[in-house]
């Protein structure tokens, strides 16, 4: 059985998410806010780095896009 190394999960920066998803700082927010009109369950967690800190884990946002692209079709 093969396990994912943690070295190997890449963490990324609200900057980088932007970019990636074409999504603002705020549209980000909304998504994960449970009290938002806009929340989408099916968008990444940000995961707690420091007081103040936030990141994603770069498979999940990856994952996110793709099945967007997926239900295109």
Do not use: H
Not at 2 to 13: A, H, N, P, V
Not at 33 to 59: H, M, Q
């Amino acid at each position: 059985m093969q396990t994912k190394s943690i070295f190997t999960t890449k963490i990324l920066r609200r900057p980088v998410v932007e970019d990636l998803t074409g999504l603002s700082k705020s549209a980000i927010y909304e998504k994960i806010n449970k009290k938002s009109p806009r929340y989408d369950p099916s968008f990444p967690i940000p995961i707690k780095l420091g007081a103040g800190a936030v990141g994603w884990c770069a498979s999940e946002v990856s994952q996110w896009i793709e099945k967007k692209k997926e239900a295109r079709s």
